[in-house]
C-alpha cells in the first residue's frame, strides 16, 4: 500500500475523528483496496467492497468527508479487518 494511502487509513481511525479527510483520499484509498466506485443520483457514491455496497454522499462544497461517515467508514473498514 503506498504512502499516502495508509496516510489516509491513519487519518480514519485517528481519535477523535477528524473532519479535514479529503472525499478524494477515501475514494483512492477505497479503489486501492479494489472497490469499484460507481455514481448514483444526486451527490451518491455506491463503493462495492468486502462484497458489500456502501453508499455515501460526496461532499460539496467542502472537500472534506463528514465525521458521520468517517465513522462509517471506520466501522466498515474494522469489521473488514483492514487497519
Same mark, same amino acid.
Given at each position: 500500500?503506498?504512502?499516502?494511502?495508509?496516510?489516509?487509513?491513519?487519518?480514519?481511525?485517528?481519535?477523535?475523528?477528524s473532519g479535514?479527510?479529503?472525499? /478524494?483520499?477515501?475514494?483512492?484509498?477505497?479503489?486501492?483496496? *479494489? %472497490?469499484?466506485? =460507481?455514481? &448514483?443520483?444526486?451527490?451518491?457514491?455506491?463503493?462495492?467492497?468486502?462484497?458489500?455496497?456502501?453508499?455515501?454522499? /460526496?461532499?460539496?462544497?467542502?472537500?472534506?468527508?463528514?465525521? *458521520? %461517515?468517517?465513522? =462509517?467508514? &471506520?466501522?466498515?473498514?474494522?469489521?473488514?479487518?483492514?487497519?
Amino acid at each position: 500500500m503506498k504512502r499516502k494511502h495508509q496516510k489516509t487509513l491513519e487519518a480514519i481511525f485517528t481519535h477523535p475523528v477528524s473532519g479535514n479527510i479529503q472525499w /478524494r483520499d477515501v475514494e483512492a484509498l477505497f479503489m486501492e483496496l *479494489g %472497490a469499484d466506485i =460507481s455514481e &448514483r443520483e444526486g451527490s451518491r457514491v455506491a463503493v462495492v467492497l468486502f462484497s458489500e455496497v456502501r453508499v455515501f454522499h /460526496r461532499p460539496h462544497p467542502s472537500p472534506n468527508t463528514d465525521k *458521520g %461517515a468517517v465513522v =462509517s467508514i &471506520r466501522k466498515w473498514l474494522n469489521d473488514n479487518e483492514v487497519t
